[in-house]
């Protein structure tokens, strides 16, 4: 999506924040250095400086300017700031944090999916599968049909609130995704589980599915585990997903 000029203002002051340029209880630049610098107008300036408040990023008052709000302030379902955060990288506590809120959100869904899955929902489901299943079969883009997948059990909660947490959770999926790209077999053994997910789903079997779905969590959170205490570096968010190939 191309955003306008007050959308990259908002883009560049907020991945300067959460990427530490500016640093808390530090004031970020006046109006005048801000608009030279970034070569747009006050109102623009003042209209960013307004969304960043929003987002619990900064704080704004006489005498002290405007300054750098601590992380634990920040509003961490605001797409946005899950998004300025990927590109800075994603930090061990983060991932965790993510991991437990996905145990907890994930479930539910899947048992409201269940209950209120439309066919139209099950035959979206039913197609980012076929795409995980071909990406293993012949090669080619399985994280991104992985990520569908989850977003579609999502949307068929028809839960307003938990449809929103997919854009929260998105960077996890995705970086738990990448992981399980990395490990031999990791996409081919996980289609089976999805397979059940999906087949409970489809059933009306919400215990059933809720089960299914905790193994899946489960066995990413393993996963994941296993890549943070290495060391090795997590997958960098800003870079095209990899794709799989036929051995």
Not at 181 to 206: E, Q
Request: net charge neutral.
């Amino acid at each position: 999506m191309i955003k306008n000029v007050h959308g990259n203002t908002v883009d560049f002051l907020g991945e300067a924040i959460v990427g530490g340029r500016y640093v808390v209880g530090a004031a970020i630049p006046t109006e005048p250095v801000l608009c030279e610098e970034l070569g747009v107008s006050r109102t623009v300036v003042r209209e960013s400086i307004k969304s960043l408040v929003a987002k619990g990023l900064i704080s704004t008052g006489p005498k002290v300017g405007t300054r750098v709000l601590p992380a634990e302030q920040w509003n961490w379902f605001d797409p946005d700031v899950i998004a300025w955060q990927s590109k800075a990288g994603l930090s061990v506590d983060f991932i965790r944090d993510l991991q437990y809120l996905r145990r907890v959100v994930e479930p539910a869904a899947v048992r409201l999916a269940a209950e209120r899955a439309t066919e139209s929902d099950l035959a979206d489901i039913e197609a980012a599968f076929a795409g995980m299943k071909t990406a293993v079969m012949e090669g080619g883009d399985y994280v991104t049909h992985d990520l569908r997948f989850h977003q579609g059990l999502l949307r068929a909660s028809h839960n307003r609130m938990l449809v929103q947490m997919s854009k929260v959770l998105s960077a996890l999926l995705r970086t738990s995704f990448e992981i399980s790209t990395r490990k031999k077999d990791g996409p081919r053994s996980s289609l089976p589980l999805h397979r059940a997910v999906l087949d409970a789903v489809a059933a009306r079997d919400p215990a059933k599915a809720e089960r299914a779905i905790l193994v899946l969590i489960d066995g990413a959170h393993d996963d994941m585990e296993q890549v943070l205490a290495s060391r090795r570096g997590l997958p960098r968010l800003d870079q095209p997903v990899p794709h799989l190939k036929v051995l």
